[in-house]
């Protein structure tokens, strides 16, 4: 039989150095014992080696006198400074744990699939149940080293000193979350604005402060008249904290690489809000977190968490699972508003990213302003977060920005070129990466983009997947490596087509077959041709549609007049706007074209004039200068740029042999 070996640990007296450790002639702690015992008792389970695989399932328990379980994965307990252990002896059977235990009645039980709190005689039942015969080490441990989670301040670039609960902690202190440090927020924008190196990690961070300042400000309205709860704040922040789980490397530009090849599989798009939702079950389960033990009530707590993180627009129905009247709609416009689009991730985002890339944001964006200048009105018979009505043109400035940042940042003529050699390069590296661990034991996925459907193994994915492809000697990621190295030398794709404004709807997709007709198939290099034509559109709105067209983004904001009533709210007619601060578009399409190689270069630029000649004839676009985020492109420009680059190669030997170096004196 399975051995199950039992361990007492004891921790150093803060004030003494003298080991506080029990009598071997009492399998519990005397109550002088725990009179001088900083730290209550924890107890450790962990499968051993030769557990099978299902039985090696997790178990968490929950004591009184803060006694809990802590999982590990060895089955010897680990020798910490401070900690000693004392072995009582092999108990070879399970079942004599009954006998050890019987009488002792602080402990309570709680397993993952048993949630609710037991005796301590049915603990060992629950042992049987989870890992069946098969033995577990169990140890006694400090509290303060395994689930005693405490309140946390930290100091954040962007809104200084803030707080987070213990709930958010314990989130935060998971590996799922800490794998937010390790994607930049902006994905290739840094090779644009070196200073854009903040990450998902960041960005969530004050996305879950600026979700609690928002709910903490509605509560102190009218005495809470719209009895928001602690639960209603704690589960708040919980979903601005998770509600960016589900990014992959380099952010967006991921999410645009997995779409492209499970378009051409016949697959359905994969979002990162999904993933989210998906990454906050493995989160609990995988870290053995229960909610429950910080006051909130499962499942409809959860649900109501995932629900705030997907959305609810206005013509949505309410979710019946969430265990909230409807009259607390306005929740969800806190941290994904789909109801007018200001919501504290936007908020937060906006300031972060200009901070970050911009040293300040071109546009006066006061976070605290619009969170204090903001209330719960009743609109056409639902609950929604309404402004000030002076604040019009603040929050005009703040689409404003909206739309700045992505003509100036987020989708920078150079920013666009390097992600859509990101994703080449992962697209170029996606059938031969062998090196993400799947969940199983010993199994690992054989493609990057399985790994949005393998969420164990998607929680591992990070910016880091670029450096493993460029220092991996697999001979079949050369052509990735190729394509990083590129970028590492700033040999960007060459444009082949000055911006065009676009007239009509079309994707990038369609745009490019329609300019590939006009490429001879009779060319020896036709194919080579069509393998490196490019075709990039960008799209940017002020972040409000309507049947297809963009709106004024206002339009859809509900103001209300203190001065008049606190209660009523409306929204601004477009003609009430002065002029003077109204644009006179709200969106704009830009489409560019590249050729991938060199040598394409001019056979490339001379099939894409005779398109644009074609495309201009249809009255369908019209040139565009790009000012303020590049210049035209002189006729001799590109060649002279192809010329310097083809010689640099040359003399730096891509192929891994260095040329000899002119001496000074040749």
């Known amino acids: 039989d399975s051995c199950v070996h039992l361990f007492f640990s004891s921790r150093l007296c803060r004030d003494t150095t003298e080991n506080t450790t029990p009598s071997t002639s009492s399998n ?31 178990v968490s328990f929950a004591a009184t006198h803060n006694t809990n379980i802590l999982q590990a994965d060895s089955p010897k307990p680990p020798a910490e ?40 005689t049915t603990r060992v039942a629950l042992l049987k149940e989870e890992f069946g015969a098969h033995a577990s080490t169990i140890a006694l441990r400090p509290l303060d080293q395994t689930s005693d989670v405490r309140e946390r301040t930290m100091h954040c670039d962007i809104h200084g000193h803030i707080h987070f609960e213990p709930p958010l902690v314990a989130i ?13 927020q902006l994905g290739g924008t840094y090779y644009v604005y070196p200073g854009a190196v903040h990450t998902r990690f960041s960005h969530s961070l004050g996305v879950s402060y600026l979700a609690g300042c928002m709910v ?48 051409k599989e016949g697959k359905p798009d994969w979002c990162h809000e999904s993933a989210s939702l998906e990454l906050i079950d493995l989160l609990l389960v995988r870290n053995g977190i229960n909610l429950e033990d910080f006051g909130l009530q499962l499942p409809e707590d959860l649900h109501f968490i995932k629900a705030m993180i997907a959305g609810l627009s206005a013509t949505d129905p309410w979710p019946s699972r969430i265990g909230r009247p409807e009259s607390k709609r306005f929740l969800f416009d806190i941290v994904a508003n789909k109801r007018n689009g200001i919501d504290v991730d936007k ?190 559109v960008t799209y940017i709105d002020y972040g409000a549609r309507k049947d297809g067209k963009a709106i004024n983004p206002l339009t859809n904001v509900h103001f209300f007049n203190p001065k008049r009533s606190l209660d ?38 001379a099939v894409t004039d005779k398109w644009r000649t074609s495309y201009r004839q ?31 190669q040359k003399g730096l030997g891509l192929k891994g042999s260095f040329a000899s170096a002119p001496s000074l004196t040749s």
């Not at 998971?174 to 994607?183: A, I, K, S, V």
């Not at 969170?371 to 639902?382: E, L, N, P, Y």
Request: glycine share 4%.
């Open 81 to 120: 400074s401070g900690l000693s252990f004392e072995t009582f002896g092999n108990v070879h059977s399970p079942s004599a744990l009954e006998e050890l235990f019987a009488d002792d009645d602080q402990y309570l039980a709680r397993s993952v699939s048993s949630p609710a709190k037991t005796p301590c």
């Open 172 to 184: 935060i202190d998971t590996p799922q979350f800490q794998r937010l440090r390790g994607l930049k």
């Open 618 to 648: 249809r009255g369908r676009s019209e040139l565009l200068t790009p000012v303020g985020t590049g210049n035209p492109q002189s006729p001799m420009h590109a060649a002279n740029r192809l010329k310097r680059h083809s010689s640099k």
């Open 568 to 605: 009523m709210a409306e929204t601004i007619a477009d003609e009430h706007f002065p002029g003077l601060f109204m644009p006179r578009e709200f969106s704009q399409r830009l489409m560019c074209a590249y050729s991938r190689s060199d040598a394409s270069h001019e056979a490339l630029r």
């Open 28 to 58: 519990r702690m005397t109550q002088s014992d725990k009179a001088t015992q900083p730290h209550a008792r924890t107890v450790m389970a962990s499968a051993s080696e030769t557990t099978p695989k299902k039985a090696k399932r997790e």
């Open 347 to 536: 908020l937060d985002y906006f300031v972060r990213d200009s901070t970050s890339a911009l040293g300040e944001a071109p546009f006066l964006c006061d976070t605290r302003r619009l969170i204090k200048s903001s209330r719960v009105c009743q609109i056409g018979g639902m609950m929604a977060i309404c402004f000030e009505k002076k604040l019009a043109l603040s929050l005009l400035d703040v689409f404003k920005l909206r739309a700045w940042l992505h003509k100036y940042v987020y989708q920078h003529h150079t920013v666009n070129v390097i992600e859509e050699m990101i994703c080449d390069a992962l697209t170029a590296a996606n059938d031969h990466f062998p090196y993400i661990r799947s969940g199983g034991e010993g199994q690992h996925l054989q493609r990057i983009s399985d790994a949005v459907e393998d969420m164990d193994a998607f929680s591992r994915l990070g910016d880091w997947i670029f450096d493993l492809i460029e220092c991996s000697p697999a001979p079949e990621l050369a052509p990735a490596q190729e394509i990083i190295l590129r970028l590492r030398q700033r040999h960007m794709y060459a444009p082949v087509c000055p911006s065009m404004t676009l007239l009509d709807n079309k994707s990038d997709s369609e745009l490019e077959n329609e300019i590939k007709c006009y490429i001879d198939k009779s060319r020896s290099d036709a194919p080579a041709l069509l393998r490196d034509l490019l075709v990039h």
């Open 216 to 263: 903490d400000h509605l509560i102190s309205l009218d005495g809470n008249k719209h009895n928001i709860t602690e639960r209603d704040r704690i589960c708040v922040k919980l979903a601005g904290l998770c509600h960016d789980l589900g990014h992959g490397p380099f952010s967006h530009t991921f999410e645009v690489f997995v779409n492209r090849i499970r378009r």
